[in-house]
């Protein structure tokens, strides 16, 4: 494979393609609202209309505006219909001659599209993510090409140092730093893993890319791979997102055909290989050093850090570990050039962020949107507040490592200092909105009942101090809590911050502490007072 | 000594089936050159087999890749997805992530739980039905999510999932 | 290497390069509680009670598995650690079923030792009270559940010392215990060699040997070390 097969195979794509297309959002969301009867559909009314080879029927990823799938677009012309049933088949068939079509369609000058800025998802929902030609016909694997041919490692480092991408698993560590201290560190083998255990209850966007742009993923990973020295990668995808594994699998298959993965990729002496490794359910793998055990197949705890994973990692070597969405960055900085994506985003956070809009609000979703955009924009304009207009009453980040942040603290801007500032995280980007009838100290709960099962036992500050504290806001929530089990709380909280050994536990007091600090009279409500429910 | 060639027949008509699941089990061993860091590949495998982790698969697995039991049997119970029980016939699994949770499926779990009279994480008494419980299937787009026998459903409803429940186990009153 | 000078608790320490800080704080005659750690075992950081501070570090460090280096400035017991360690011993009373006065590790337990050191005088957490199991299958040994911290002291004795590894942890969060093999009766593990290495490793009365009355019970946990140490002479 070189430079001009991958052309080659470009423009045979481009010349092959009907100039009418149908779209059917696949993901795993319209899947299961039955996106596939619909495609099958479309293709039996074009069939006995005898236009089957005018138009192309194709199944793409996530369209973003999940909550009102299945979705279906139509191009050249554009259009995106929502809430799509199979009887719907016929008059979108009709709308590609612009014949009458009473079909629900999405405003597309609504704020969800027009305010959203995507990169890492710029080819979601546009090609087929189950054809690697889909994907080099959008220019795919061009830039591993030029990386390989034309810059030395070295300098693919300095682009992503200079660019300022932060990690987007949760905890915002320069990447390019990461590469240079991989690269840097002395192994005889190095690894690239990335981490796709998406564990936080109200996060899909690794799920989504990971269904909808496969290629995207792999080809920053070969990238990364070449820059730090390693042959061999990895990615860690969670057992539940069957979908993703699957195209996953298919697009290794197909990369690995064309000669874009494995041995002398582009005929150059550069080699790698990627595995993917399946979760078995547990939470605590998203932590580098759990997941790096999970790999090696043992019981997935964590260990003191340092050495980090960039110095002994997976087998005691040096190992990088970026999460999908990072990942999935690298071939638009490289292409477009560090400049281009520092000007997105704020002083400190640069580019965009991908993230799952959820909870009670209309617009639920996958969405993109540049670094710094405030949370009132996210909810009231793009979310377009609550489906039956309850006033909204917090926003929760970051899953159970994060917080909650009421609604007066709307305008703060989404970046990493500035949430970490209120009590908060970024998180991998699961965002769930949650109005005035949601009680703080259940929400409370519910993320200290989740770390409770998923801790994995090996330090007592989190092993024991999830269920202590987990039994006080039962009391609490039941009306039998005293005064000083408010105080019991919160030195609890203090210990598990500070002295649990990983991240999960360090972390698992959040949503507890930024509800105690905002919400506080909620809590103070409970104190005594027996509370019925039954209902 | 009484009926020998009924045994034999019976055997032959029941092992197929069970050496063709060793032997894919054999061949996923091997793809990995039975080194133990396969060890969950292999558990997957197994589990997908069988449908559940026996104690004799567990053994025969840590003896195949030359892993102590114990190690093994640490490992299988750590993850969530292994079972050493087995499934009942049919399964549905609530959701219970974030986005599902503020869009009420804890009430829902708790619906099912009384209409079926089967504790979540257990099966029925008759190992026909097994009310699971997962956290975030990451398909919050259509919460609250359900998973009836591997096909998932969205914005879930007591009274419908009921009623599918019922059809499946042939109760349909 | 030259050696490395750094403060502990205000005083100036010299410490051989690649030595850890517990082994450093202990040269100085500080000490400092402990209890996943065990001289002649690797080192797991699990039980956080040798947190201590080092200065220009964000995070509260073990010393059992942190590294010495030049210039190092570490306090071992401010008010706050003290605060914690007393927290911790305090979870780990309420976890499980601690009842001293019938325990046939009474005074010669590490655990209750620790409470003491920390100045544990009451527990104010609820007590758990899970319900644990009693193995008495083994001719020599037994295993008492309600006494066992997690420790893990005696799946690495029996690993890196004995090397079957008949123990592991099974399960996970509160829910972890120690098992043997499968999860069976440990008289029944065709791994075990009854070398007794664990019971010399458990820092209570979990792991016991049978027969033995109450004060008799040979505590000799430092006899672990001991073998390492023997090992290390070759004639």
Not at chain 3, 82 to 100: D, G, K
Request: hydrophobic share 40%; aromatic share 6%.
């Amino acid at each position: 494979m070189d430079l001009h097969e991958l052309e080659a195979i470009a423009e045979r794509e481009q010349a092959q393609r009907p100039h009418l297309r149908i779209l059917c959002c696949a993901a795993a969301g319209c899947q299961a609202s039955g996106a596939l009867e619909i495609k099958r559909r479309l293709e039996l009314v074009l069939s006995a209309a005898g236009k089957l080879a005018e138009v192309e029927v194709t199944p793409v990823g996530c369209m973003g505006l999940c909550g009102h799938g299945p979705l279906v677009r139509i191009e050249p012309e554009g259009t995106v219909f929502e809430r799509v049933t199979p009887a719907d088949a016929e008059e979108i068939v009709s709308a590609l001659e612009q014949g009458p079509c009473n079909v629900l369609h999405c405003d597309l000058n609504h704020p969800f599209f027009t305010r959203q800025q995507p990169i890492v998802l710029r080819h979601c929902g546009r090609i087929n993510p189950e054809r690697i030609e889909d994907y080099i016909a959008v220019g795919g694997y061009r830039t591993l090409y030029h990386v390989i041919h034309d810059l030395t490692p070295a300098e693919v480092i300095q682009i992503i140092a200079r660019s300022g991408l932060r990690g987007r698993g949760g905890a915002g560590y320069p990447t390019g730093l990461k590469w240079a201290t991989v690269a840097k560190s002395p192994g005889e083998r190095k690894f690239v893993i990335c981490n796709a255990d998406e564990g936080d209850p109200g996060a899909f966007m690794d799920r989504s890319v990971l269904e909808s742009d496969p290629h995207l993923v792999l080809e920053g990973m070969a990238i990364a791979a070449y820059a730090v020295g390693a042959e061999q990668g990895f990615i860690y995808v969670r057992g539940e997102y069957p979908l993703a594994i699957e195209r996953l699998q298919k697009a290794i298959v197909q990369a690995r055909r064309l000669g874009l993965l494995g041995a002398q990729i582009f005929e150059s002496g550069f080699n790698f290989r990627v595995d993917i490794r399946v979760g078995a359910g547990a939470f605590v793998c998203g932590e580098e050093t759990a997941l790096i055990a999970s790999i090696e197949g043992r019981r997935g705890q964590p260990r003191p850090r340092p050495p980090y994973p960039a110095e002994k990692g997976l087998w005691g070597m040096p190992t990088l570990i970026n999460n999908v969405e990072t990942f999935a960055n690298v071939t638009a900085i490289i292409e477009n050039g560090p400049e281009w994506f520092r000007q997105i985003g704020t002083e400190k956070s640069k580019g965009t962020k991908v993230f799952a809009l959820t909870g009670k609000i209309r617009n639920t979703g996958l969405i993109e949107v540049p670094m710094g955009i405030t949370l009132r924009e996210i909810v009231y304009e793009i979310g377009d507040g609550t489906p039956d207009g309850t006033p909204v009453k917090a926003v929760q980040t970051g899953g159970p490592s994060g917080g909650c942040i009421p609604a007066e603290l709307f305008d703060t801007p989404v970046d990493y200092e500035s949430l970490a500032a209120v009590g908060s995280i970024m998180g991998s980007g699961g965002m769930v909105v949650m109005d005035e009838h949601t009680n703080m100290v259940d929400v409370a709960r519910f993320y200290i009942e989740f770390c409770k099962d998923e801790s994995c036992g090996k330090c007592i500050p989190c092993r024991v101090g999830t269920v202590q504290l987990f039994n006080l806001l039962t009391k609490l929530r039941n009306g039998q809590a005293q005064p000083r089990d408010l105080d019991t709380i919160e030195e609890l909280c203090e210990l598990m911050r500070e002295t649990s050994l990983c991240g999960l536990g360090q972390s698992a007091p959040n949503p507890v502490l930024s509800t105690l600090q905002y919400f506080r009279h909620e809590y103070e409500q409970l104190i005594g007072v027996e509370v019925d429910h039954g209902s | 000594m009484t009926t020998p060639t009924t045994d034999i027949a019976t055997d032959r008509n029941v092992r197929p089936v069970s050496d063709n699941r060793r032997k894919i089990l054999e061949a996923t061993m091997k793809r990995f050159q039975y080194q133990g860091d396969a060890l969950i590949e292999v558990l997957h495998k197994a589990q997908e087999l069988y449908g559940f982790l026996s104690p004799e698969l567990l053994s025969e697995v840590a003896q195949r890749l030359r892993l102590p039991p114990s190690r093994v049997y640490g490992v299988a119970t750590f993850y969530h997805f292994f079972s050493l029980v087995p499934q009942g016939e049919h399964s549905c699994t609530v959701c219970l992530g974030t986005a599902c949770y503020v869009r009420g499926a804890a009430h829902l779990l708790h619906d099912l739980e009384t209409l079926s009279g089967v504790k979540a994480g257990h099966t029925s008494s008759d190992g026909r039905f097994s009310l699971l419980t997962a956290r975030c299937l990451g398909a919050c787009g259509i919460a609250p999510a359900v998973v009836l026998d591997g096909e998932v459903i969205g914005h879930a409803d007591c009274s419908d999932l009921t009623a599918r429940i019922q059809k499946l186990l042939g109760r349909e009153e | 290497m030259a050696a490395k000078t750094l403060t502990i608790d205000d005083h100036l320490v010299s410490a051989r390069p690649g030595e850890t800080l517990l082994e450093a704080i202990r040269e100085a005659g500080i000490v400092i509680p402990t209890l996943c750690h065990l001289d002649g075992l690797s080192d797991v950081g699990a039980c956080r009670l040798c947190l201590v501070e080092i200065e220009g570090q964000r995070r509260l460090q073990p010393a059992c598995m942190t590294m010495v280096s030049e210039g190092m400035v570490v306090r071992t017991s401010t008010p706050r650690l003290q605060a914690y360690r007393r927290q911790i011993v305090e979870l780990l009373f309420a976890e499980r079923n601690h009842v001293c006065a019938v325990c046939v590790a009474s005074g010669n337990c590490e655990l209750q030792r620790l409470a003491a050191m920390v100045g544990m005088d009451h527990v104010r957490y609820d007590y758990l009270s899970p319900d644990c199991s009693v193995d008495i299958s083994h001719p020599r040994f037994g295993i008492d559940h309600n006494r066992c911290v997690l420790c893990t002291r005696c799946v690495r004795a029996c690993d890196e010392i004995e090397g079957v590894h008949t123990w592991d942890v099974a399960g996970r969060g509160v829910q972890a215990r120690v098992i043997t093999d499968m999860n069976q009766p440990w008289g029944t593990s065709t791994t075990c060699t009854s070398c007794g290495k664990c019971q010399l490793a458990c820092p209570t009365g979990a792991i016991f040997p049978r027969g033995v009355t109450v004060g008799e019970r040979p505590h000799a946990s430092e006899r672990i070390a001991l073998i390492i140490e023997a090992r290390k002479q070759r004639w």
